[in-house]
């Protein structure tokens, strides 16, 4: 087996440096990268392609000369690469939903501004929901709602799966429509399995934004909790999210109560090394990310500059960061490395 190996360069993003990073294999996630870190595109050149016995070699000429190194791998060359020096951060984080409580419970681990504003408004729109299992339902939902959302949300860059996948979803699964003044403007696919709600794919009216501005997508998730209640099922799976914790979609999914798990369905894994810690916190002190230590999840938070973590009002980054499933968090200036302990 072959890896591409690649060497990047460019003005790093809400930084005055020059990020140059090495970045070994996947061309599928390179994008998304590219975008966490860098201003505009860099520039970007293919220096090789590697064997896996070589990897280790080349990873450590390249160490001195660039800010940081991303070996995105499957999950079975992490196991022979056992880079010491590197963070291990999985691509996809899984988050969950205990419901086996009460639904008081339920709603008091929501944050403040779910129940003051999401809710809220969800009352103000005399939102309610109805529950569909049939072909023609499931039709409109894909016609209408989901291939126009994603579409309008993600462009190119997110992949549709065929009708056929939303068929075979909706065998062990439902439909949930959220309604307003008659009209159906959002609804969500999910899957039963023993005791587990699993929510899978979502759809806006038209992808109509002013929609979700509205509470629509709010009222998804609101709906398909009480949903799940009244189905016996003990808890809720909202799927994947990327790893960073200022990542739009995991910080929508944990202001409803949401705890990170790791994700055992995508087997990807990266393996992040500061080669050259000042410049490569110029980027991610704005990026903190979860990585896996010890079998545990852990926040990883980068401080830029000459921040010192001794004289840094930690606690209140902490307390915006903090979600359950996260067991602490390391803290990392130009000297040295603290952790906080969170659960």
């Known amino acids: 087996m072959q890896f591409n190996v690649y060497i990047l ?4 993003k809400d930084t005055d440096a020059t990020i140059k990073m090495f970045y070994v294999t996947s061309e599928e996630m390179l994008p998304y990268f590219i975008e966490q870190i860098y201003e505009t595109a860099p520039e970007s050149s293919l220096i090789k392609k590697a064997y ?40 996809f984080i899984r988050q969950t939903l205990d419901i086996n409580k009460t639904k008081e419970e339920i709603i008091n681990g929501f944050r403040k501004n779910t129940k003051t504003t999401d809710l809220r408004r969800i009352r103000k729109f005399n939102y309610s929901y109805d529950i569909f ?30 009708f056929d996948y939303f068929k075979k979803i909706l065998k062990n699964g439902e439909l949930l429509f959220v309604k307003s003044n008659g009209k159906y403007i959002s609804a969500v696919l999910c899957e039963k399995k023993k005791y587990c709600y699993y929510w899978s794919r979502v759809g806006i009216l038209d992808g109509n934004e002013e929609f979700v501005k509205e509470g629509a997508l ?3 998730y609101y709906f398909a909790i009480l949903r799940a209640k009244e189905e016996n099922m003990k808890t809720i799976d909202f799927g994947i999210s990327r790893t960073f914790l200022f990542d739009g ?34 980027v991610f002190n704005k990026h903190p990310f979860i990585c896996i230590d010890k079998g545990s999840l852990k926040g ?44």
Not at 9 to 12: E, I, P, R, V
Not at 133 to 146: A, C
Request: hydrophobic share 40%; proline share 3%; glycine share 6%.
């Open 9 to 12: 360069s460019g003005k790093g």
């Open 52 to 91: 896996l016995w070589q990897l280790k070699r080349i990873i450590s000429e390249q160490s001195l000369s660039v800010d940081l190194t991303i070996i995105d791998m499957h999950k079975f060359v992490r196991h022979i690469l056992k880079l010491k020096r590197a963070f291990l951060v999985p691509i």
């Open 133 to 162: 299992s049939d072909l023609t339902s499931l039709g409109f939902f894909y016609e209408k709602m989901h291939v126009p959302y994603v579409r309008n949300r993600y462009g190119t860059k997110e992949f549709i799966d065929d």
């Open 218 to 220: 709010a009222a998804l």
């Open 249 to 282: 979609v995991l910080r929508y999914k944990r202001k409803w109560g949401t705890r990170v798990c790791q994700d055992r369905t995508k087997g990807r894994f990266l393996y992040l090394m500061l080669n050259k810690p000042k410049n490569a916190a110029a």
């Open 300 to 343: 990883v938070i980068l401080l830029n500059g000459d921040a010192k973590s001794d004289n840094f009002d930690i606690n209140s980054l902490l307390n915006e960061l903090s979600t359950p499933g996260i067991t602490s968090f390391k803290v990392i200036d130009s000297e040295k490395e603290r952790e906080y302990i969170i659960e």
